[in-house]
């Protein structure tokens, strides 16, 4: 795959013992440092774009704590410098390479809501305050450079508005200079029967950049995608409110495990490596988190950040959108208020693709087990499925998820 970017591995680190005083091949001992080095001279040097308003730039691609350690490095070495969940680190695993280069890199703490989940759970001042400390503390990171709260946003526009908490909280740690920019995630509510006057992301989002306080976002967004997300990204772009799309994988990895869906694939790329084209070059989002288990997956999806869709990538792309609409839940929430039994639909198939394609299968069974109401719940009523606009058969990926998780 020639490539502007693809520079030789000298152009990165000029011998290992340079490499292992700048802090890397120390993180993971299970890959050699020349594999990793030999990872990062194939995807090159990511171009970098400015994030927000704030003018920082970020790689074209962003990484995320839950990374194999080895791309992690991997992802320094290139350039990645925006680190998603970086709370999840700890003293013991934080990358020596981040705290020997602390400024060059932004790293972001992930606030829950509290006393319940996403759904159930409260924003509260004082507890979102003592998490950040505490994770300060606990990772040896300093400071966060990104305040992401509440992770899983808002449920609707009035809760943005009436509560300040998570706001509050920022503040007072700002002040303290233990956080620096305000950002949050944000999923759809609409529909969903465990939080009443629940709205779709779009909404809440076009809410939040009306609303000035925070910087830049991360939402679900992929190929094939509605109207609505892709008319806030090109209004968060055109308002300088960043824009970072996660779950963008919509299946990718079971297209990669499909034989038959391979074979038909055009010569020259892959998947991963068309959708890592397609989201930095052909959207106005500013960056997007794609999971990374391995260097091969790495190498497979980072050397496409920056570069224009080829023929066979576009192509790859619309096999990929017919694809994920038979057989993948986009998360819509469009048939959750027609479910008579009041079946988590969306958050069902959320762990599906958690444990399908992001091999989370032991976390996606954990989340499974703690629904009030499960696949198993599903009466096979038929009311939900002319509301789901890509005619999945609900029932039956609900019972195929239950077999998976339960
Ligand atoms: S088929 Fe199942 S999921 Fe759909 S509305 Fe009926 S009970 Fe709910
Ligand atoms: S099952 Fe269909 S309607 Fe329901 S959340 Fe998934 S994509 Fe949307």
Redesign the pocket.
Known sequence: MASKNRIGRREFIVTSAGALAAGLGTACGRVPLSEIEAAAAKVGRLPQRPLDRSGRKVSLLIGAADWAPEAIEAGILCGVNYWHKSDKWNRDSVPPAILKNREAHYCEVCVDRVHGNHETGAIDEEAHYQYVKQAVERTGLRYFDDMLCPHFGYHNTAELKDNRGAIRAFERLKKEGLVRHPCLSQHNYNGNARVPGGEDAATVLAAVIADGLYEHAQFFFSFGDGEEINKFVSLAKSKGFGTTAMKTGAGTARMQADSEFMSKLPPGTTPHHALARWLTTSTDLSTAVIRINNLDQFVDTYSGAGKPLRAADARAIEMMTAYANREV????????THCTEGVA??EI?RYERYATDYGERERARRLYAQLDKRGDSCQVCGS?LP????G?N?PA?LASTHRLLS
């Open positions: 839940c986009r998360l819509c929430n469009d048939c959750m639909i969306a198939l939900c509301h789901c606009p890509q999945l609900i990926k």
